[in-house]
């Protein structure tokens, strides 16, 4: 089983749509999570932390489930500008510190 | 701030040379990351620095890759000899505090070694 695991899509919606990515991990003991976004050819960007109480900015919801241990991205009223790849990241700290990203999930929003 | 600074954006290389990758951080950040991207393995943490001190080097994949940190506002990966299947984007990150932040990526470096 991998450490992280995301669904690689790609996710194909209208604009205006809702949709929802899951991200799982394995390490129960994983400290701090994050969305990051890529465009294509470009860096990875954060888009958001997440915590364990579920944090909002804009359009964009970001959960944690610990004890089902997954996090998640909600994106509401998408736009054509919110195609990319969301990279799930989880931080391990028990033993020294590990920064493990998922293989990403594509996203394509269309007009 | 300038971000994150790489050096250089596109090398080309044949098998057997030696690739030297430079990194810049953001002035302040205590940690520094470096990382490879491919298709198949997606993105992987080579190494990463605190203080300019190598902190976990369990993700360099051979005794081929080396990084160092001479001081706080550089960093090197080196690759030597480089191989085809070294074929990929590198990237450098920072970080200001602690690993639970933020991490700041450079631009990448896309290697092709032939």
């Known amino acids: 089983r991998k450490e992280v695991e995301q669904d690689p899509g790609p996710f194909n919606v209208p604009e205006g749509a809702t949709v929802a990515f899951n991200c799982t991990y394995s390490?129960?003991?994983?400290?701090?999570f994050f969305w990051y976004r890529q465009d294509c050819r470009k860096e990875p960007k954060l888009l958001m932390s997440?915590?364990?109480s579920g944090n909002e900015d804009g359009r964009f919801t970001a959960q944690l489930n610990r004890a089902s241990q997954y996090i998640s991205l909600l994106i509401r009223d998408s736009k054509l500008s919110d195609s990319a790849t969301y990279l799930c990241?989880?931080?391990?700290?028990?033993?020294?510190?590990?920064?493990?990203f998922g293989a990403g999930t594509r996203l394509f929003v269309k007009a | 701030d300038a971000g994150v600074i790489q050096s250089p954006r596109h090398e080309v290389t044949e098998m057997g040379q030696e690739v030297t990758l430079r990194c810049k951080p953001i002035?302040?950040?205590?940690?520094l990351f470096w990382y490879r991207q491919t298709m198949m393995r997606g993105l992987e943490l080579l190494i990463y620095?605190?203080?300019?001190?190598?902190?976990?080097d369990s993700g360099m994949p051979e005794d081929r890759f080396s990084a160092k940190m001479p001081n706080a506002s550089f960093s090197t990966l080196k690759i030597q000899p480089s191989e085809p299947r070294d074929s990929a984007v590198y990237f450098c990150?920072?970080?200001?505090?602690?690993?639970?932040?933020?991490?700041?990526f450079g631009p990448g470096t896309r290697l092709t070694v032939l």
């Open positions: 002035s302040g950040h205590d940690y």
């Open positions: 990150a920072s970080s200001l505090r602690t690993f639970a932040d933020t991490q700041y």
């Open positions: 997440v915590y364990s």
């Open positions: 620095f605190n203080n300019n001190v190598p902190i976990d």
């Open positions: 390490n129960s003991a994983s400290q701090s």
């Open positions: 990241v989880v931080n391990e700290g028990t033993g020294g510190f590990k920064t493990i």
